[in-house]
């Protein structure tokens, strides 16, 4: 992958706080995003971290900041208050833009005085979904969580025959698509506990969350016309973090035969920040398979795909209860894993959701699945972790969790990280689970 000036690890911003080693925010990422001032009335608007505050473009476009870069269509996408309009202009763009920000934020850049009253301190700013997202897919590209599910649902038959042929995946619901911060009640529904009849209508007792990896599709395609797999990361604006909120006691009972409806539909959780595929370039990873699996058929295969198609993010997942607040304790690390161990990648998602002629369009959101590592305690679920139940975490105050309880905050984070390149985290997702509505 070419690399250019702007993922030079000796760069240093005149933003003191992205210079700091532990920052998700150096001037190597620059991701995108959607915000105000908290508590104001003030449109949204697309912002940019850099340490721990956020470029506000709305506030550099006004003061005629943006130099001879500021003409035709990036200024309009700029000024927009979603960055659908950003995402469908297409890699040629996003570069010049990364460009630019990236020399503009230089330590002894011109720019500093002119840019410097155009920053807001994240800890004042209230984030939006960065995008009108129109359609959400989910997939299930990693191989030990779907292993792990399967087993659980069909003992005798974990993993189905088309699992290394396809990356499978089911149609979301973008409605309830919120961004970190989101608390959302416990849904109620329908589940017949080892099939007993008749079915219980109740709140789930088995609430779940699921660590997975956002995809921000960029430029879309026309309906009818394919997106040829070397051509397909041309078409991801970046990444974010998700976490697919998920009730197993509705799951499964519903999932057969058309797969996932209400056990998902109730709320997904998003990460305010879409970091860049351009910022993600150092990370990319050889993407291989075990030789004895098969090969994927040339629609889903390429030179270019195996050699850098994976991607090195380091993902985790942290719990804060409603006893562990009160304590004053800290939240918990309850699993780590890598986007590396995913069987099908970014490209192989895209490839295949349009092999047909479907039309992704600007802002379409796809989730990874859940990212779960080939070790136990890489688990990206609590259904995982706790084996379906029987086996609790025990958390450090005494409290045990199978699954999760009203008050329970989950956190997730991911970065990168590697001697000589500089780091770049997606920051943090959190949300809560309230108690479900009174019936
Ligand atoms: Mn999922």
Redesign the pocket.
Known sequence: MQLDETHDVSLRSWVDSANLPDSDFPIQNLPFGVFRRAGSVEPFRIGVAIGDQILDLAAVLKAGALGKGAVGPMRQALSASVLNDLMAAGPGLWSELRLLLSRALRLGSPQQSSWEGCLVAQSHAQFALPARIGDYT?F?TSIHHATAIGRMFRPDNPLLPNYKWMPIGYHGRSSSIGVSGQGFRRPVGQFAPSGALPPSIAPSSRLDY?L?LGVFIGAGNELGSPIPIDEADSHVFGLCLLN?W?ARDLQGWEYQPLGPFLS?NFATTISPWIVTLEALKPYRVPWTRPSDDPAPLPYLDSPQMRSHGGLDILLEVWLSTEALRRLGAPALRLSRSNARYAYWNMAQMVAHHTINGCNLQPGDLL?S??QSGPEEKEAGSLLELSKGGKTPIRLPNGEIRSFLEDGDTVIMRAWCERAGVARVGFGELVGSVAPALER
Do not use: I, L, P
Request: charged share 50%.
């Open positions: 989910d299930y699921e997975e697919d998920s998902k989730g699945g859940t």
